[in-house]
């Protein structure tokens, strides 16, 4: 789920994904950072001229790739009017510029040292996922 343009906004910076075919949820979360970034699904609204028949990322459907899939390259591609959304979104917004004391550069250097499952301890993954009965044994 992902607000159309939301990206610079403060409130809908954020797309939710939840899947349990853990290479479909890369697929998801491409699609899902799409409509982050301005794109409708192609066919619909803004991107009426691109073909949803090529299914490209931003088909309404998001397809699970099988070794029994036919080959296509647009299934790991945007359409040329899902980058033309991205382009108007990102070029008519201030939302990418450096603004500069926006965050504690302290806070962001301790976080940036952190490795990617470090921000959470197993135990606390733990009792985010699966409730306050829950903990980590390893």
Same mark, same amino acid.
């Given at each position: !789920? &992902? $607000?159309?343009?939301? !990206?610079?906004?403060?409130? /809908?910076?954020?797309? *939710?994904?939840q899947s349990k075919h853990y290479f479909r949820t890369v697929i998801t979360a491409t699609h899902e950072l799409? +409509?982050?970034?301005?794109? +409708?699904?192609? @066919?619909?609204?803004?991107?009426?001229?691109?073909? $949803?028949?090529?299914?490209?990322? #931003? +088909?309404?459907?998001?397809?699970? *790739?099988?070794?029994?899939? $036919?080959?296509?390259?647009?299934?790991?591609?945007?359409? =040329?009017?899902? %980058?033309?959304?991205?382009? =108007?979104? *990102? *070029?008519? =917004? /201030?939302? !990418? =510029? %450096?603004? @500069?004391? !926006?965050y504690d550069r302290g806070e962001w250097m301790m976080f940036m040292k952190k490795e990617a499952g470090d921000?959470?301890?197993? &135990? #606390?993954?733990?009792?985010?996922?699966? @409730?306050? +009965?829950?903990?980590?044994? @390893?």
């Amino acid at each position: !789920v &992902s $607000p159309i343009a939301g !990206v610079c906004d403060e409130v /809908d910076q954020v797309s *939710l994904i939840q899947s349990k075919h853990y290479f479909r949820t890369v697929i998801t979360a491409t699609h899902e950072l799409g +409509h982050n970034l301005g794109a +409708h699904h192609d @066919g619909t609204s803004n991107a009426k001229e691109c073909n $949803p028949d090529e299914r490209f990322i #931003m +088909h309404h459907r998001v397809y699970n *790739l099988e070794a029994t899939t $036919p080959y296509s390259r647009n299934g790991w591609l945007f359409s =040329k009017c899902s %980058v033309e959304s991205f382009k =108007k979104t *990102l *070029l008519s =917004k /201030d939302c !990418v =510029k %450096v603004h @500069g004391s !926006v965050y504690d550069r302290g806070e962001w250097m301790m976080f940036m040292k952190k490795e990617a499952g470090d921000v959470f301890t197993p &135990s #606390m993954q733990c009792y985010i996922i699966h @409730g306050p +009965h829950f903990v980590h044994f @390893g």
